[in-house]
């Protein structure tokens, strides 16, 4: 029932692009992404609904492939202050309207 | 706007012990979750409540329990504390119930170490 992530861990350089992915075996209504600095509360980045409505960060862009079950986060021209981990969280299912987070994908950004 | 406050923000307890955390959410927000964060194990859903009644439990066991206030604050009571209980417990606020699209905001956490 919880999303896979991948890769689990990704180290990049400073304007570098990454890609994390999020997949589920279930059908979805939402995914949802969030980053965790280390030591503090995961806070929100975006929402992608069922039907190709999303909410979140002007900066950041993801895609949702309902077919697939799958979500995938773009982090472009990367910065110090995207490290983190961030996390994908599903809806939908036979989640009875829980929101299931993956394990984690651990994002270094060097200089 | 005050965000999510959760108290403790530290507790040492001993096996077998039991122990209460509590969370304040943000201002007009119904619903309150729970999630148990282990290292390498993600955010692990214990449970959410919605306006005073549990809406869905997580895969853990009868010792965590929770309960949520006509103000919306919610508690969580673990009892007879083993050590795999050490752990960040993290509570997250919305303004709806889960599964209705809504973003959550999570509070800084309670790190219990069970000795």
């Known amino acids: 029932q919880q999303p896979v992530q991948s890769p689990q861990a990704v180290i990049l350089r400073e304007g570098e692009d990454a890609v994390i992915n999020c997949s589920s075996s279930k059908a979805l209504y939402s995914v949802h992404w969030y980053r965790q600095k280390h030591g503090e509360a995961p806070v929100f980045l975006m929402i992608?609904?069922?039907?190709?409505e999303q909410k979140g960060h002007e900066k950041i862009s993801a895609s949702f492939n309902e077919k697939k079950q799958q979500s995938s986060l773009y982090l472009t021209a990367s910065q110090l202050s995207y490290s983190g981990t961030y996390f994908c969280g599903t809806e939908g299912g036979n989640q009875g309207g829980k929101l299931i987070f993956g394990q984690g994908t651990e994002l270094s950004v060097k200089p | 706007k005050a965000g999510v406050t959760q108290t403790p923000r530290y507790l040492i307890k001993t096996r077998g012990q039991q122990v209460t955390l509590s969370c304040s959410p943000i201002?007009?927000?119904?619903?309150v979750s729970w999630y148990q964060q282990t290292p390498g194990q993600g955010l692990q859903f214990l449970f959410e409540y919605f306006s005073e009644t549990q809406r869905n439990k997580g895969n853990f066991p009868g010792r965590f329990s929770g309960r949520q206030f006509s103000n919306s604050r919610s508690e969580m009571n673990v009892s007879t504390l083993e050590l795999g209980d050490s752990a960040l417990y993290l509570c997250a606020s919305s303004l709806d119930r889960q599964g209705s699209g809504e973003k959550l905001f999570f509070g800084s956490g309670t790190q219990l170490s069970v000795l």
């Open positions: 201002s007009g927000h119904r619903s």
């Open positions: 992608l609904l069922k039907g190709g």
